[in-house]
């Protein structure tokens, strides 16, 4: 199956998001390794598995996709409810090509980011995802 970023799944609270921005559509960053390496004074390595699993995924879109209203006014939804009513959203990304997954339960999104240029801008959104599901190229091993 040859890779295409339109057969990409992405859902938030179960409304697809599309529109993306120029060249990047959907990045992640871990909040951590998987592991920890410690150097002991003599030199010696020692590993601890690291249990903090919560990563940022960044949504770049164009601004004039509807997504961006959708995701914009979640957001201020969410940053204007008071600090004991935390309303996380729900996040969905699958790439049917090769079966990478990411589902998040809990997640809370960051102000939007716009940048204007001479052409239409782009928008980023932040998501922190606390502790997603995540599974790896398991289409490329059928």
């Known amino acids: 199956m040859a890779y295409d970023l339109k057969s990409?799944?992405?859902?938030?609270?179960g409304v697809p998001v599309d529109g993306w921005s120029e060249d990047d559509a959907i990045t992640f960053e871990n909040d951590s390794d998987i592991w920890t390496v410690t150097k002991t004074a003599d030199g010696k390595a020692l590993y601890s598995k690291n249990n903090d699993n919560a990563l940022m995924c960044t949504l770049h879109l164009s601004q004039t996709t509807r997504a961006y209203a959708f995701l914009a006014g979640f957001i201020q939804t969410q940053a204007a409810l008071p600090g004991f009513l935390l309303v996380p959203a729900l996040v969905a990304i699958v790439d049917p090509s090769n079966g990478d997954s990411t589902i998040g339960?809990?997640?809370?999104?960051?102000?939007?980011?716009?940048?204007?240029?001479?052409?239409v801008g782009t928008v980023e959104i932040k998501m922190h995802l606390k502790d997603p599901t995540r599974?790896?190229?398991?289409?490329?091993?059928?």
């Not at 599974?135 to 059928?142: C, D, P, Q």
């Open 8 to 13: 990409v799944i992405c859902t938030v609270n």
């Open 105 to 119: 339960t809990a997640v809370f999104m960051n102000w939007p980011e716009p940048s204007k240029a001479k052409t």
């Open 135 to 142: 599974t790896f190229g398991v289409a490329n091993l059928l």
